[in-house]
Nanobody, 127 residues
Framework: QVQLVESGGGLVQAGDSLRLSCAAS????????VAWFRQAPGKEREFVAS????????YYADSVKGRFIISRDNAKKSMYLQMSTLNPEDTASYYC????????????????????WGQGTQVTVSS
């Protein structure tokens, strides 16, 4: 069973930066594709970013491209989301997700592709 634990959320002002972390309890973290999703109140959970097994390939939602950076450290069994130039529209609960296997060519965008999820960490951006 894979367990994911997010941390790093909080209340920030527009224009600020924040770094989210996600720690995984797996034997071989590099065997998993991982991603970040977010869900705002009253909205569906949406894709934010994904990263390949060894970190060479990343993909971002248009809404965060150029502002967010996804990364991973397989030795530490952790992944990260560096968020910059935050705006109130970024307010949401942020979830890390993982699936066993390789990245492939589909960018791994869909929530139903991921069987393992963290509990979420709240990010609130005030204007």
């Amino acid at each position: 069973q894979v367990q994911l634990v997010e941390s790093g959320g909080g209340l920030v002002q527009a224009g600020d930066s924040l770094r989210l972390s996600c720690a995984a309890s797996v034997v071989t973290f590099s065997a998993y594709v991982v991603a970040w999703f977010r869900q705002a109140p009253g909205k569906e959970r949406e894709f934010v970013a994904s990263i390949s097994n060894r970190g060479q390939t990343t993909y971002y939602a248009d809404s965060v491209k150029g502002r967010f950076i996804i990364s991973r450290d397989n030795a530490k069994k952790s992944m990260y989301l560096q968020m910059s130039t935050l705006n109130p529209e970024d307010t949401a609960s942020y979830y890390c997700a993982a699936k066993f296997g390789y990245y492939g060519s589909t960018y791994n965008l869909k929530t139903n592709e991921y069987p393992y999820w963290g509990q979420g960490t709240q990010v609130t951006v005030s204007s």
